[in-house]
């Protein structure tokens, strides 16, 4: 009987004989077969030159034949149920890795099989840095070329798509709207660069909320971060300052009521000693000494939180300076209902939901606790580099990797609900439709990098790679454009030196701001100096909402004011040109420019007057004289004229004598008239 034992040996024997002898046989074709060595020859060469020509390829040559390949590829119809995804995404990756082995000539067909794996990964991000490490370095590029061309197609329909109906706004290219109106026939050219504005898609009165909007990432700024703010939502918490104050002003009196039982539980001993045989008064000696034993830890516990702050005034009252001399500090001034982070003590928040999203989203990375050491050296970088922006950066990869799983696990539960075509959209592809800065990387960007780097690597495998110098760069130059100044009505402790941050923020106040945050639809509302509508905190969080100042109308902008807009002209320019690169013409700029020139024609008015009569005095002086000199000179004038005249001879004699024979003739009229 033969047993499965038996067939499996023969089985792998079998194979065994045939693979060495397909080796022999392709040894021996090799050798001997002059046409056998020329096919493999030609195959060799071809491999080679598609993989040169691959490698060769241009940027431009990239996108096309990414284009190519993406209309392929999205005709091929992707899987819904979690578990068909799963099994699809395990058969393009082994698909990929298989044609990738193959060599070059299989790196196109291994790039759309490793892009569709991407379409259905719940974390495109991590995946794309997965791809980075492990793919060859062409195929690697068709992938995110094919990523590029299909954020391109997406971006297309991204304004189309989002903001949703129910913010009762949307975003318009004014070029567009321009042309529409005969501008662009005007220029007699087309317009390249999109001019983008938020349009309001109803009518508004003026003090009605348009849209409110949840922050994409905040933070509070140093001279906030006291424990009297949440660390997420930057809410106020109340009851911190206050409740130390009087906790200080009830220890002394809780001293003095300490002292007086004591005295008389003194003299109860000594009525004791004295008479032991009156009962009562020992009854009432032993309730006076336990109320004085009850006042004493009284006292002594009212004690406690006076001592605790005098220790604490003496060490640093900020996270900024405990980080300067390595300290995380407890902060006394702390409310009560302030839920600390558990490992550093530093980190408080309003309420349990907002700690636990913290710590989901980036706490759990940035908690400067005794056991991380990197993140104490980083915070340490970003207080030097007075920036907010790496802390930002931070939060935002984050929180954009723990929203994309929440997401995926809400898709695999089925309580996801309802997806509108706004919810297609990661949050890094609404960050890339937003405007921003071109800004020259620094020597402390590149440190603060690749401590980033190390802090997070660990739970976002490939960071580092996919957060280039020139990402990172172009990030801080989009925070900086967009980010707005978050307010609050409690008063917020005045910035130190060391608490000054240079980050640009969107701020029309004049009081100082708590935190700075980054919205998604209001970074697309422009700038003018006499703005239609405002930010407001109504909640007192890194909630935003935008009031309406004035009436708006159906389909106009929206505009709010980058600066304060009771400042004067030039310092709005001047801020407006150093923060954003703005020259700003709105109508509020154009009519104080006419208002300074109507003041400048009606001082040279009222000066004219005054410099018309003094130069005609100085005209008509010099002329007067003039006139006299000529009358006087007039003979001297005929004088030199007969000199000059006298040079010809024969003609000033005929004169000379026809004026004395006329001169004769004169007189001699006279006498016979004087006769008569």
């Known amino acids: 009987m033969v047993t499965g034992k038996t067939i499996a040996i023969a089985t792998a024997v079998t194979a065994a004989v045939a693979g060495l002898s397909y080796v022999a046989y392709f040894d021996y074709k090799r050798r001997n077969d002059r046409q056998f060595r020329r096919k493999l020859q030609r195959n060799r060469k071809k491999a080679e030159k598609t993989a040169q020509k691959v490698s060769s390829l241009s940027l431009d040559d990239i996108n096309d034949q990414a284009l190519e390949l993406l209309n392929i590829v999205t005709k091929e119809k992707l899987p819904e149920s979690a578990e068909d995804k799963e099994q699809f995404f395990l058969a393009q990756v082994s698909r990929g890795e298989t044609l990738c082995s193959a060599g070059p000539a299989g790196y196109t067909e291994a790039a759309c099989r490793f892009y569709q794996a991407l379409m259905v990964y719940p974390n495109p991000v991590e995946l794309v840095m997965i791809y980075q490490k492990t793919t060859p370095e062409e195929v690697f590029k068709l992938v995110m070329a094919m990523m590029a061309q299909e954020v391109r197609q997406k971006q297309s329909r991204y304004f189309d798509a989002f903001p949703t109906a129910d913010k009762f706004v949307s975003i318009?290219?004014?070029?567009?709207?321009?042309?529409?109106?005969?501008?662009?026939?005007?220029?007699?050219k087309e317009v390249v660069t999109p001019n983008r504005g938020l349009f309001a898609t109803k009518s508004f009165e003026a003090g009605e909320i348009v849209y409110e909007e949840d922050a994409v990432v905040s933070t509070l700024l140093p001279c906030a971060q006291n424990g009297q703010f949440c660390y997420h939502c930057l809410k106020h918490i109340p009851e911190t300052k206050d409740r130390v104050e009087e906790a200080q002003d009830e220890t002394e009196p809780a001293e003095k009521v300490a002292e007086e039982p004591v005295e008389d539980a003194e003299e109860a001993k000594a009525e004791e000693t004295e008479d032991k045989g009156d009962e009562g008064k020992i009854d009432e000696e032993k309730v006076s000494e336990e109320k004085a034993e009850e006042v004493e830890t009284e006292a002594e516990a009212a004690a406690i939180p006076a001592a605790d702050v005098d220790e604490e005034e003496e060490e640093p009252k900020t996270y900024a300076e405990a980080i300067s001399v390595g300290l995380t500090p407890e902060f006394s001034a702390k409310s009560s209902s302030a839920l600390a982070c558990d490992k550093c003590h530093e980190a408080v928040y309003c309420s349990e939901k907002c700690r636990q999203d913290a710590y989901d989203g980036y706490h759990q990375f940035l908690c400067p606790s005794s056991a991380s050491s990197t993140a104490r050296e980083f915070a340490l970088l970003t207080q030097q580099s007075h920036e907010l922006a790496p802390i930002l950066i931070a939060k935002f990869f984050g929180l954009l990797v723990d929203r994309e799983k929440k997401k995926e696990l809400a898709r695999a539960l089925g309580i996801a609900g309802e997806t509108t075509e706004a919810d297609k959209y990661t949050t890094w592809e609404h960050l890339e439709c937003m405007r921003y800065l071109e800004l020259l990387p620094t020597t402390?960007?590149?440190?603060?990098?690749?401590?980033?780097?190390?802090?997070?690597?660990?739970?976002?495998?490939?960071?580092?790679?996919?957060?280039?110098?020139?990402?990172?760069?172009?990030?801080?130059?989009?925070?900086?454009?967009?980010?707005?100044?978050?307010?609050?009505?409690?008063?917020?402790?005045?910035?130190?030196?060391?608490?000054?941050?240079?980050?640009?923020m969107r701020d029309d106040h004049g009081a100082s701001a708590v935190g700075t945050a980054l919205y998604l639809i209001s970074s697309h509302i422009a700038h003018s100096c006499d703005p239609n509508a405002q930010a407001v905190f109504s909640e007192g969080t890194d909630k935003i909402a935008i009031k309406a100042l004035k009436p708006v109308a159906k389909d106009e902008e929206l505009r709010v004011s980058f600066v304060d807009p009771s400042l004067s002209k030039e310092d709005r320019q001047k801020l407006l040109k150093a923060s954003y690169r703005i020259t700003c013409t709105c109508p509020k700029c154009e009519s104080e420019v006419s208002e300074e020139k109507k003041k400048e024609e009606e001082e040279e008015v009222v000066e004219d007057p005054v410099a018309e009569v003094k130069s005609e005095k100085a005209v008509e002086e010099p002329v007067a004289e003039a006139k006299i000199e000529e009358v006087v000179e007039e003979p001297a004038v005929e004088e030199e004229s007969e000199e000059i005249v006298g040079e010809d001879g024969e003609i000033t004699e005929e004169e000379g004598e026809v004026s004395e024979d006329e001169a004769s003739e004169n007189g001699d009229d006279e006498e016979e008239e004087d006769e008569e």
């Open 172 to 188: 318009k290219d004014k070029n567009k709207l321009g042309a529409s109106k005969g501008k662009k026939a005007e220029e007699g």
């Open 444 to 504: 402390s960007d590149a440190r603060i990098l690749r401590k980033l780097g190390e802090l997070m690597s660990h739970s976002v495998p490939g960071l580092v790679e996919f957060v280039t110098s020139d990402r990172y760069t172009m990030l801080k130059g989009k925070l900086d454009y967009n980010a707005y100044a978050v307010h609050t009505d409690v008063d917020v402790p005045t910035a130190s030196e060391s608490e000054i941050v240079s980050d640009t």
